[in-house]
């Protein structure tokens, strides 16, 4: 059964600052990672989608970075913002499925 | 970009009725959608995915008789929660998967739901 945890599961930084979030699955049979991005009360907006066959995507000041046989992702963000300040959600889509199986999700406060 | 619309956005219930949340897919026809519920401070949760025109399948633990899900046409699905009680009270979120582009899925903007 495929497992998703994420560490840490909250952080907080000073404006300014680069920080790694960090995604592991237990299943390394999977067709794409996504990483969300859930702002408090509302739904979700996706921020970056590595399929299984590559190693990373970049947009912005965000890159996600994907090591299949190991089952870790790591989505770093550069010279963080008060406006990063959200909670960061990683989910697996396993193969053979359409679904998604979602981590437990990192809660960010970046500091002014 | 695909934009995924739930309704309402928010609800409060009393104990014992019945509640429905419909997802749309506005610009672009869902082969396949997916009913996912948040509890306060944790993940979400896969509750269900329906496919147009057939039954719904429901991943382990979750009661098909209470969570009614209907996919009648390409573009909406809906979500009855049956004789609602307070542990009902969630955020359920749909996500709706393009028949064309089959990679992408398109997640809603979330219905909260309180039952009192």
């Known amino acids: 059964k495929q497992e998703v945890t994420q560490i840490p599961a909250a952080l907080s930084v000073p404006e300014g600052e680069n920080l790694v979030l960090n995604c592991s699955f237990t299943d390394s049979a999977i067709y794409n990672l996504q990483w969300f991005r859930q702002d408090p009360g509302k739904g979700l907006t996706s921020l970056l989608l590595i399929q299984s066959s590559q190693r990373e995507q970049t947009s912005g000041r965000l890159n996600a970075s994907l090591d299949k046989s190991s089952g870790r992702s790591t989505l770093y963000i550069a010279a963080s913002q008060p406006g990063d300040s959200a909670t960061y959600l990683c989910?697996?889509?396993?193969?053979?499925?359409?679904?998604?199986?979602f981590g437990t999700g990192t809660r960010l406060k970046v500091l002014a | 970009g695909a934009v995924v619309s739930q309704h309402p956005s928010w609800v409060i219930c009393k104990s014992g009725t019945s509640v429905k949340i419909e997802c749309r897919s506005l610009?672009?026809?869902?082969?396949?959608m997916f009913w996912y519920r948040q509890f306060p401070k944790q993940s979400l949760m896969l509750m269900a995915t329906?496919?147009?025109?057939?039954?719904?399948?429901?991943e382990q633990g979750v009661e098909k008789d209470k969570f009614l899900i209907n996919h009648a046409s390409l573009t909406l699905s809906t979500l009855t929660v049956t004789s609602a009680h307070p542990e009902d009270s969630s955020f359920y979120i749909c996500?709706?998967?393009?028949?064309?582009?089959?990679?992408?899925?398109?997640f809603g903007p979330g219905t909260r739901l309180l039952v009192l």
């Open positions: 996500s709706a998967r393009e028949g064309v582009l089959q990679e992408t899925q398109y």
């Open positions: 610009d672009f026809q869902a082969t396949t």
């Open positions: 989910a697996v889509r396993p193969s053979g499925t359409y679904k998604y199986i």
């Open positions: 329906s496919n147009e025109g057939s039954k719904a399948t429901y």
